[in-house]
């Protein structure tokens, strides 16, 4: 436990101040500045604009009109325990209220994003500027990217998107980071990702957890161990989605000639032909369970020994 609270002039609970300093890394200077404060379920209810929260948390501000919550206990919404919310109805914002106009603009700084706001003060308060996503979809809204992207200068910029370790196996989160990439491909950025590995007596890792645990020299050899890549060279159309298959840590994978079934850790991926010749029929495969089918153009480059290297899967059809 860290100095008492309320000797330092923050509007924290004790358990709340010892979460952000002992599990988040949070310097007391990082916290001040940034404004995070507890809050009861009422006050939490007032600014989420629900009715149904029972616990106390720490609120997140963004800005002057919008925060984001870290509830002290769990919630279940739809079936799923959730820990962090937004206001209901709300749309999809960044966070990086910590970082700069000048940082944000100077395309000579690399820029991370990764999902996650304390994740982001961590990574910035250890030099790495971060970009926080409220979730691993919160860049998009209605199929486009946020405003939020519109003050960022993305042009011939180093972009490296983190993933949590659970990449390595949670297709989703994979997907979604190849998204987000993409995207900032589109726009000129120099993007790459980087997959987080999974650290021992940890569920899943996340940047700050790694930060805390590993420092700043180890996530920094991750980095330069993350090739970056041109993403848009490979596309044609519309993307559906894009797995770079050597990115996942850990993983055996091979390319089998006979059948056209592609397998690494989790994911089986099946092609079989058309009769369009450019097009194929597409299956993939999470724990023998079909989770993605689609026609697609699909592109194959294969290593010397016959190892498949990277399978990128995009759609022609708008």
Known sequence: ???????????????????????????LETIKINNLYSAN???????????????????????????????????????????????LNSTNHLYKRHLSPEI????????FFSEGEFK?????????????????????SDGS??????????????????????ANFNYNVLHAGYSLAIELSKLGAKTKVAVLPELENLTKTGLDDLLVNKGSEYFRNIIRNTKSEDILSELHGKSVCLINFSKINNFDYELNEDNKIISVGTYRLKIEATKN??????????????????????????KKEGFLNKCSIHSDNE
């Open 1 to 27: 436990m860290i100095e008492n609270a309320k000797n330092i002039d923050l509007d924290l609970k004790q358990y709340h101040l010892d979460k952000l300093f002992n599990e988040h890394g949070l310097t």
């Open 120 to 140: 982001a003060l961590k990574s910035t308060q250890e030099g790495f500027y971060c970009v926080g996503l409220a979730g691993i979809w919160g860049f998009v």
């Open 104 to 111: 944000l603009n100077n395309v000579d700084i690399p820029l």
């Open 277 to 302: 010749s450019e097009l194929h029929l597409l299956t993939l495969y999470q724990n023998e369970q079909v989770i993605h089918t689609d026609k697609v153009n699909c592109q194959l480059a294969t």
């Open 41 to 87: 379920a009422g006050e939490l209810n007032n600014i989420l604009k629900r009715n149904d929260i029972q616990t106390d948390g720490v609120v997140i501000p963004y800005d002057s009109n919008f925060s984001r919550v870290r509830l002290t206990k769990p919630v279940k919404i739809n079936d799923t325990e959730v820990k962090y919310l937004s206001p």
């Open 145 to 166: 990217l946020i405003d939020g992207f519109n003050n960022i200068n993305l042009y011939e910029r180093e972009i490296i998107i983190v993933l949590d370790s659970d």
